[in-house]
């Protein structure tokens, strides 16, 4: 073996070492909930989004309603999976009582957002947040996201991802904030 294949080898262990050392010292991505900005109860961070419908949604304006605001990209497959779910459980049931609903694209535009509402046949209000600046407000990562702001336009209910238990736990929290309402 030559003094250059033997400094090439020692070279090549050094950096493949190197780079296994680097990779062992990154640091494990945020959780959902170390990267989400709002907190139960505080007033919830005011927005305007352009809507699907070519009008605008602004949050303060649903003051003394009960209002779900659910975080959503069309690429996203809890996002896919949720969207029958926000439809019939939540929409169908809630809608005619009062609720407020609006899903708001992350990042993505109108002619994106359009085929996905007509696939997956969701028949209330739909925002866009292209440059992300809504759900800044509210978090750095994560979707789907819902938040339900009371009448007060305090939050009442936040969750990340979609697990039955949370999407249930949402049901309740938008049932029990418009009996109050009444």
Same mark, same amino acid.
């Given at each position: 073996?030559?003094?250059? &294949?033997?400094?090439?080898?020692?070279?090549?262990?050094?950096?493949?070492?190197n780079a296994?050392?680097?990779? %062992?010292?990154k640091?494990?991505?945020?959780?959902?909930?170390? &990267?989400?900005?709002?907190?139960?109860?505080?007033?919830?961070?005011?927005?305007?989004?352009?809507?699907?419908?070519?009008?605008?949604? =602004?949050?303060?304006?649903?003051?003394?309603?009960?209002?779900? +605001?659910?975080?959503?990209?069309?690429?996203?497959?809890?996002?896919?999976?949720?969207?029958?779910?926000l439809?019939? %459980?939540? #929409?169908?049931?809630?809608?005619a009582?009062?609720?407020?609903?609006?899903?708001?694209?992350?990042?993505?535009a109108a002619?994106?957002?359009?085929?996905? +509402?007509?696939? @997956?046949?969701?028949? #209330?209000?739909f925002?866009?947040?292209?440059?992300r600046?809504?759900y800044?407000? @509210?978090?750095?990562? @994560?979707?789907?996201r819902n =938040?339900?702001?009371?009448?007060?336009g305090?939050?009442?209910f936040?969750?990340?991802?979609?697990?039955?238990?949370?999407?249930?736990?949402?049901?309740?929290?938008?049932?029990?904030?418009?009996?109050?309402q009444k």
């Amino acid at each position: 073996m030559t003094k250059t &294949t033997l400094l090439t080898l020692v070279l090549l262990a050094f950096l493949s070492w190197n780079a296994l050392a680097a990779e %062992e010292e990154k640091p494990p991505p945020p959780t959902p909930e170390a &990267t989400t900005l709002t907190k139960l109860g505080q007033m919830a961070p005011d927005f305007t989004v352009a809507t699907m419908d070519g009008g605008k949604f =602004t949050l303060s304006e649903q003051k003394g309603r009960v209002v779900l +605001i659910n975080w959503f990209a069309t690429w996203c497959p809890p996002c896919k999976e949720e969207m029958p779910h926000l439809q019939t %459980e939540v #929409w169908e049931k809630f809608g005619a009582e009062g609720l407020v609903m609006i899903s708001v694209a992350r990042e993505e535009a109108a002619d994106v957002v359009a085929p996905f +509402i007509k696939k @997956y046949k969701v028949t #209330w209000p739909f925002g866009l947040d292209p440059e992300r600046t809504a759900y800044a407000k @509210y978090a750095e990562a @994560y979707i789907p996201r819902n =938040t339900v702001v009371g009448p007060d336009g305090s939050i009442i209910f936040q969750s990340n991802g979609f697990e039955k238990v949370d999407f249930e736990a949402m049901i309740v929290a938008i049932g029990e904030a418009l009996s109050a309402q009444k």
